[in-house]
């Protein structure tokens, strides 16, 4: 079973809209949680990372939060661009650091 | 370069063929992954190398999968007598010292089809 489980699969938004992006982890021991955004045909490239006592990190119209008690994460969009059309994946590092846990992603598609 | 490269960026094989896929990560980075992305699932973990070793390769699905790397930069990923099932994104990464951490960067892929 994955330790890492992402909703929605997809989503269609309007531009100009927010949205919102849940992750659960079940990983454990904790070590940080990443957000990763991946266009098509290209690698993942790192949103925000997270430690066990950091609630909340932004990065520009991109916003994590973090309950490591629920072990549950979101990540928040803001004012959506045509170029935030991605998949959006959450990762989560444990006691391993080398050994990543991956969530299945979530489609997001911004539509003009 | 200044990010990691994989080629070649697409590769469409016979069934049964071997193929070779390359990674080069960023300079100095001494930690280097590969994975595997298939359509609707999330990153498969294949093999880690520190250096010209590999740790961990217990990823890799069966012995038609090897991978090597040299000189502590460049690594190979071959895959012996392909089967359909080996049809993916293969993702390479590279790292500082993971142990500290630090962000794994990616690659592009390679997009692999066995006809």
Not at chain 1, 15 to 27: D, F, P, S
Not at chain 1, 31 to 59: A, C, H
Not at chain 2, 55 to 60: A, F, N, Q
Request: with cysteine.
């Amino acid at each position: 079973k994955n330790q890492v489980e992402q909703s929605p699969q997809s989503l269609i938004i309007l531009e100009g809209k927010n949205c919102t992006l849940q992750c659960n982890y079940t990983v454990s021991p904790f070590s940080n949680l990443r957000w990763y955004k991946q266009d098509t045909g290209r690698g993942p490239v790192s949103l925000t990372i997270m430690t066990f006592s950091e609630n909340t990190k932004s990065n520009g119209r991109y916003t994590a939060t973090l309950d490591a008690d629920t072990k549950q994460s979101s990540l928040h969009i803001t004012a959506s661009q045509l170029s935030d059309s991605a998949s959006y994946i959450c990762v989560v590092s444990g006691s391993n650091d080398y050994k990543l846990s991956f969530g299945a992603g979530t489609t997001v598609t911004v539509r003009a | 370069g200044a990010g990691v490269s994989q080629s070649p960026s697409n590769k469409v094989t016979e069934k049964g063929k071997d193929v070779e896929l390359r990674c080069d990560p960023i300079s100095g980075h001494t930690a280097l992954y590969w994975y595997r992305q298939s359509l609707g699932q999330g990153l498969e973990f294949l093999i880690y190398f520190q250096g010209n070793s590999a740790p961990d390769k217990s990823g890799l699905p069966s012995d038609r999968f090897s991978a090597e790397r040299t000189g502590g930069s460049v690594s190979t990923l071959t895959i012996q007598r392909t089967q359909q099932e080996d049809s993916a994104v293969y993702l390479c990464a590279s790292s500082f010292d993971p142990r500290t951490g630090n962000e794994q960067f990616f690659g592009p892929g390679t997009r692999l089809t066995v006809l």
